[in-house]
């Protein structure tokens, strides 16, 4: 069984920083792309950031120069900073990652619980 467990989240001031935190843990052979959504109240789930296996990322033009997405592989970690927060990046934040299990051929993409941020004064 494999799970995504967010960390990190809570309440920071504009202008403020965070630092996310997702672990996966289970049979695990591989995790491919990793990802941060989020939805703010009364909006649609939008694409925040993403990395490949190989490194290479993809940001929301609203979060480029202010986020950082990173991962970490011997941890099975991703990590989002998050720099210069505004108040309507109040949302909460799901992690996924497309894992190959140990024990069959597929990807699956999985999601995490996700974190509540919430930017204000």
């Known amino acids: 069984q494999v799970q995504l467990v967010e960390s990190g989240g809570g309440l920071v001031q504009p202008g403020g920083s965070l630092r996310l935190s997702c672990a996966a843990s289970?049979?695990?052979?591989?995790?491919?792309?990793w990802a941060w959504y989020r939805r703010a109240p009364g909006l649609q789930r939008e694409l925040v950031a993403d990395?490949?296996?190989?490194?290479?990322?993809n940001y929301d033009d609203s979060v480029k120069g202010r986020f950082t997405i990173s991962r970490d592989n011997a941890k099975r970690t991703v990590y989002l900073q998050m720099n210069g927060l505004k108040p309507e990046e109040t949302a909460v934040y799901y992690c996924?990652?497309?894992?190959?299990?140990?024990?069959?051929?597929?990807?699956?993409?999985?999601w995490g619980q996700g974190t509540q941020v919430t930017v204000s004064s």
């Open positions: 996924t990652a497309d894992i190959q299990e140990a024990t069959i051929a597929v990807v699956r993409r999985y």
């Open positions: 289970g049979t695990i052979f591989n995790i491919y792309t």
């Open positions: 990395i490949t296996s190989g490194g290479n990322t």
